[in-house]
């Protein structure tokens, strides 16, 4: 119960700061300024409108049913701390402080606070996590989840990056997604390739052999691209809202639909474990085996 009480506390407290940051932001009082042109700038005002009205609710929902006890709260409590801490590098490292104007190194202690408490958040719900909290699933389920793993690894190695990296590494790059701001293209293709890929990679090859841990990082991994996907939707939806020069239709319609689709998936896996109606693909059937190691 002590630990359930610490969890609900974090997720509170990360709620909070989500909604001061939006307050404070572009979206509301204009008080941080942040160093980015505007193409970004309107993709943070889209990202923090997501991280109002869905990660910090969805924030105190998890803090609710931990506090309460709810076997499944520690799993749900993951996604927003992994969506916030990818988030917030970006925030403090993608910014070019000396070319663009504005003043956000004046909040780096709040954004700080922001990332250390979604990581907190993301640890307590994972080390809280025990293997009876997670429902039964089917081998066909974990082989079906187990594609969509490795099927979201493939995309964005194989198809997604490779035609920007191409580009960035010419010696006049074009892209203009390139050129607006060449440090936070470099960071966003680290979080990506570097750690979003291997382990929707290692998750999926882990729920292929059956691994109790696999079974856990399935939960983060979908819960963190549905609010990821939901926020890249409402930037885009924002970008076009604002006449931004790069934004599309076809890339708006594009970005809502995988926002969309990450959100189903991620109700139909989450809707079992926390006692809600059950889908087909999680009907009672044969246990993932609860192995521990690789």
């Known amino acids: 119960m002590g630990s359930g009480r610490l969890l609900g506390g974090v997720c509170f407290a990360l709620a909070a700061l989500l909604t001061l940051n939006t307050a404070l932001g572009p979206n509301a009082a204009g008080v941080i300024e942040y160093h980015l042109g505007e193409t970004l700038l309107n993709q943070t005002r889209g990202l923090e409108l997501a991280s109002l009205i869905i990660v910090a609710p969805l924030a105190v929902a998890a803090g ?19 969506y916030t801490v990818y988030m917030y590098i970006q925030y403090i490292g993608g910014q070019d402080y000396l070319r663009d104007p504005g003043n956000a190194q004046r909040f780096f202690p709040l954004h ?3 990332l250390v408490t979604g990581g907190a958040a993301a640890v307590l719900g994972w080390n809280l996590t025990t293997p009876a909290a997670l429902p039964a699933m089917s081998r066909r389920a974990a082989r079906t989840w187990a594609g969509v793993l490795i ?32 440090a936070m293209f470099w960071m966003i293709a680290m979080l ?30 979908v819960g963190w691209y549905a609010l990821t996907g939901l926020a890249v939707a409402s930037m ?51 246990h993932l085996p609860h192995a521990g190691g690789a």
Request: proline share 8%; net charge positive; hydrophobic share 50%.
């Open 64 to 82: 609710l049913l931990a506090w309460r006890g709810h076997g499944g709260a520690p799993l749900l409590a993951v996604g927003p701390g992994v």
């Open 112 to 114: 700080l606070a922001i």
């Open 151 to 182: 099927g979201l690894a493939a995309f964005l190695v194989l198809f997604m990056y490779p035609p920007s990296l191409a580009d960035a590494f010419r010696e006049t790059p074009t892209r203009t997604e390139y050129l607006d701001d060449p």
């Open 192 to 221: 990506d390739l570097g750690f979003a890929a291997p382990l929707s990679a290692t998750a999926g090859v882990g729920m292929l052999r059956g691994r109790e841990w696999a079974h856990r990082l399935l939960y983060a991994i």
């Open 236 to 286: 885009a939806i924002t970008m076009r809202l604002r006449d931004d020069p790069v934004s599309t239709v076809a890339n708006m319609s594009v970005m809502v639909t995988f926002g969309c689709v990450f959100a189903v998936l991620a109700s139909v896996l989450y809707a079992p474990l926390l006692g809600l109606r059950l889908p087909r693909a999680h009907r009672p059937g044969a």
